[in-house]
């Protein structure tokens, strides 16, 4: 701690007779080397006396990066110590202690100040203690210690001990005897308590949750971490549900030099209102096997059908009608993959019908193969999967699909013609209706993509630029019969700009339309030249069909129209923080809309959102939504979100909550009502979260909050 340095003054040296001895004093003082030399700096010193040395006006010692500075000191030769006398200040680079007066042991390397305050710059925080000893390996201790981060004139929480050890090598703290108070309030009481100084993890308790619904009763969670490595965590969840019992949710954290994952439990043992226990299980995991092998997996149960109605807490939750579970490993290379998959799901809908419900895929294997250069393409892509279900038809399925393409790209212009073939294969566990168990398709497909980029500027001085892109997909594949084929995985899915210039209607290889249709789409773009910002992006487009499709899933009927609806999409950046994106979908048949999506948002920084989303799907849905969060004075945010579904003419979700920020603590009251369960019913709840900065974790951010419920939040940029 204290070291050697060339003894320098700014005012009056007093010499004795024996001033070579008391220089020697003054030596030994500041006996050392290196980064450990002491330099004193004083206004006026005395060496007078052989005993010791007195140091006034203004006296300064440095050693490293640590400092004491005071009004005088007095150095004793004898016991090798050196009282400070007066108003004295310790720096280092994470602490600053301030008393009246302090004693340094050079021998122990120790200074010890009473009754003294200090402050951590980098946290903001201060307080004081009976007595601070401050070592020479970068411990402090305190006894009878506070602790804040509120400013002087408004102490709103206070963290209290008996004793504090603090050690900034090692980046942990010690408390005894603790108490914790909030606006006065006694609210926390712990006999012994570690944590964590800097950045690192130390196990200990996090921010509690408190909460109140129709479903659950009292909610009450105090999250433990613990952290068991530098490569493991655990955080324990103990939740006391009044109206269900005590739940004990975990989740454990790991990683491996080439592995790593995170597995989580939820156990709620019994029931209160159904007499039985209840559990969740969800394993998450990843495997690298040097740099072309890789294996992930998930695994997910649940013990009954209305777990998550009952014991989850959010709409996104309780709608869920399945739980994925797989185990995959891949290879890949640059020029191809291959994978493999053991696929199955637990459904806990009880409304989805045994016949509908997913196959499992015991097991799959996918190949994708890529040898395209700049001009000539080709691509192999293969599946082979054997399909297993208690109930109707099962067995493996082999599709195939070769391609070759030649690209011609100018600028502003492509041209690209392909030619494929598709076979599929079916070896059936049952017979079909006229007897066969092994059936083939055979289908030559061949197609034409082009495209062309136009430009222009818009004013004179060329700072913003308008695009016109018009482009074009032939697509022709003859017709095959396909009733015989079982439909194992296959989908018709939502006709939108992607599905658009897809050269399949089907998502899956169960049916392949016949087609012999032309899709043609325009966009075009206002570009920024400043920044390159796109302010304006515009898409209209329609499938012509130049025949009938004769080929449709099981239970749908053929389109008698000979084109597709139109679809268009907007995309506005309006003016810096507005934003809109309008979706269209419309049926020229019948003169109807069958798809519209509004969306508009008013972001002028991170602490204001206004926006606003609309849905509808014709026979299915119609929604609206507003969500807010929004300052109310330099403290207060007013959080809010109404969903309401206009075709059944009920709010879906609706929630209100206030918070408060001061500058070293934030709260949030948090009142909602939401569809809880399949069949319609709501459930009521009221949540209640504190945090103390500086002294508890981070808490969910109203961004966070509203994430799942504004449509096409994330699209416009999502959080801050």
């Known amino acids: 701690m204290f070291g050697l340095v060339p003894l320098t003054t700014n005012g009056q040296v007093c010499l004795s007779t024996e001033d070579v001895q008391a220089t020697q004093i003054v030596q030994r003082i500041s006996a050392g080397q290196g980064n450990n030399q002491i330099e004193i700096n004083a206004g006026h010193i005395d060496l007078s006396n052989k005993e010791g040395v007195q140091f006034s006006g203004e006296v300064e010692f440095r050693y490293g990066d640590r400092s004491i500075v005071a009004k005088s000191a007095y150095f004793d030769q004898a016991n090798q110590r050196m009282e400070v006398i007066g108003t004295t200040t310790y720096s280092d680079p994470n602490l600053t202690v301030f008393g009246e007066g302090a004693e340094v042991d050079t021998e122990n390397e120790e200074v010890l100040f009473r009754v003294a305050g200090f402050e951590i710059p980098d946290e903001t925080a201060r307080g004081s203690a009976n007595e601070i000893k401050i070592r020479g390996d970068r411990t402090v201790s305190l006894l009878s210690v506070n602790f804040t981060t509120c400013p002087v004139d408004k102490t709103d929480w206070e963290f209290l001990a008996s004793e504090l050890d603090l050690n900034a090598s090692t980046g942990f703290g010690t408390a005894r005897d603790v108490k914790l108070r909030f606006k006065g309030l006694p609210i926390l009481y712990a006999p012994y308590i570690t944590f964590p100084i800097d950045d690192q993890r130390k196990s200990g308790f996090l921010t509690p949750h408190f909460g109140q619904s129709d479903r659950t009763g009292l909610d009450l969670e105090i999250p433990y971490y613990l952290n068991l490595s530098p490569n493991y965590d655990m955080t324990l969840k103990p939740r006391y549900l009044s109206k269900r019992g005590l739940q004990l949710n975990t989740e454990f954290r790991y990683l491996r030099p080439r592995s790593g994952g995170q597995l989580n439990l939820e156990y709620l043992p019994d029931d209160d209102k159904l007499n039985r226990a209840r559990r969740y299980f969800n394993l998450n995991h990843e495997s690298s096997f040097g740099s072309s092998w890789h294996l992930i997996t998930s695994i997910q149960n649940v013990s009954d059908d209305s777990y998550f109605e009952d014991l989850g807490g959010s709409l996104s939750v309780t709608s ?37 419900r997913p196959y499992e895929r015991i097991p799959q294997l996918l190949f994708d193969g890529d040898w395209s250069d700049n001009r000539l393409g080709i691509r192999v892509t293969s599946e082979l999967v054997n399909f297993d279900r208690d109930l109707g038809t099962t067995g493996w399925r082999f599709d195939s699909n070769q391609e070759l393409s030649f690209s011609v790209k100018k600028a502003g212009i492509f041209l690209t013609p392909a030619i494929a073939l598709r076979q599929t294969n079916y070896w059936l566990n049952d017979a079909t209706s006229d007897g066969q168990d092994s059936i083939s398709r055979t289908l ?66 169960d049916r392949v339309a016949d087609a012999d249709k032309i899709s043609f789409g325009i966009t075009t773009r206002l570009i920024d030249q400043k920044n390159g910002q796109e302010k304006l992006t515009a898409t209209l487009g329609q499938t012509r069909y130049r025949s009938t499709e004769g080929v449709v899933l099981p239970d749908s009927l053929s389109s008698i129209s000979d084109e597709s609806d139109y679809i268009a999409e907007i995309s506005v950046n309006i003016y810096k923080a507005w934003n809109l994106g309008i979706d269209y979908q419309w049926n020229s048949y019948t003169n109807a809309a069958v798809r519209k999506e509004v969306r508009f948002q008013y972001r002028p920084n991170e602490r204001r959102l206004f926006s606003f989303g609309y849905r509808y799907r014709r026979d299915l849905l119609e929604q609206g939504d507003i969500s807010l969060v929004w300052p109310m004075g330099d403290s207060w945010r007013v959080i809010g979100r109404y969903n309401y579904s206009l075709l059944e003419k009920k709010p879906l979700e609706k929630f209100l909550g206030l918070e408060y920020e001061s500058c070293c603590w934030r709260a949030r009251l948090v009142g909602r009502r939401f569809v809880s369960r399949r069949t319609g019913e709501s459930d009521s709840s009221i949540s209640l979260q504190l945090q103390l900065k500086g002294f508890s974790d981070e808490f969910t951010t109203p961004e966070e909050l509203l994430d799942r419920g504004i449509l096409g939040y994330q699209g416009f940029g999502g959080g801050p």
């Not at 993509?449 to 004013?459: E, F, H, I, M, Q």
């Open 444 to 509: 030559p497909i061949a197609s034409l993509d082009a495209g062309l980029t136009l430009k222009r500027s818009v004013n004179k001085l060329g700072n913003w630029i308008q695009t016109l892109e018009p482009r074009v997909l032939y697509v022709h594949i003859p017709y095959k019969n396909q009733t015989l084929l079982p439909v194992f995985d296959t989908i018709d899915p939502d006709f939108n700009l992607v599905q658009l210039f897809r050269k399949y209607q089907f998502l899956g290889p």
């Open 320 to 356: 869920q009608t399945h739980l994925d579970r797989y185990l995959q490993i891949a290879y890949q290379t640059p020029r191809w993959s291959l994978l493999t998959r053991i696929q199955s799901y637990q459904t806990i809908d009880p409304r989805i019908e045994s016949s509908e």
